[in-house]
């Protein structure tokens, strides 16, 4: 499954009624037979994680963990351009192999680099949060007429 699944219209509030239904408890699988197979925590949480963003109307693709991706590719996940992807991966930032002449980086190497660069960002925003409101800048802040502080 390595191209994106979309909901169809058709199916829309049948995904949003199995998200509800999913955020309440686990479901247990049913065979044609009538044998009941309860379904496993790991399968259940990504289940669950698929299904809301389906409910979201969002796009899904699955990919296995080893999965070898393009710059392109990789450069799409990130949400940066393949040139500063390249500039990543031979600066030493992020691991990578070459095919003959073209760059391959693994899915799980990826998605490293982009947990790390999210954390970075949230201390770094943390960081200037504080540094605000330590500065005593949010007590200038103005509300504007007809406006509301949150």
């Not at 509800?20 to 197979?37: D, N």
């Not at 998605?111 to 200037?128: C, G, I």
Request: hydrophobic share 40%; net charge positive.
């Amino acid at each position: 499954m390595r191209k994106p699944v979309t909901v169809p219209r058709s199916e829309q509030n049948q995904i949003q009624q199995l998200d509800r239904i999913l955020r309440v408890t686990a479901p247990a699988l049913v065979t044609s037979s009538g044998e009941k197979i309860e379904m496993p925590g790991t399968v259940y949480t990504l289940l669950k994680k698929i299904v809301g963003y389906m409910a979201l109307g969002q796009a899904v693709t699955l990919l296995p963990d080893r999965q070898v991706l393009t710059t392109q590719r990789a450069a799409d996940i990130l949400g940066v351009s393949r040139p500063f992807l390249v500039k990543l991966l031979e600066s030493g930032v992020m691991a990578h192999h070459r095919v003959g002449n073209q760059r391959r980086v693994y899915l799980r190497d990826v998605l490293e680099y982009a947990k790390k660069r999210d954390e970075q960002r949230r201390v770094a925003l943390d960081h200037l949060a504080r540094d605000a409101y330590e500065a005593g800048l949010y007590e200038r802040n103005v509300i504007p007429e007809g406006g509301s502080d949150e």
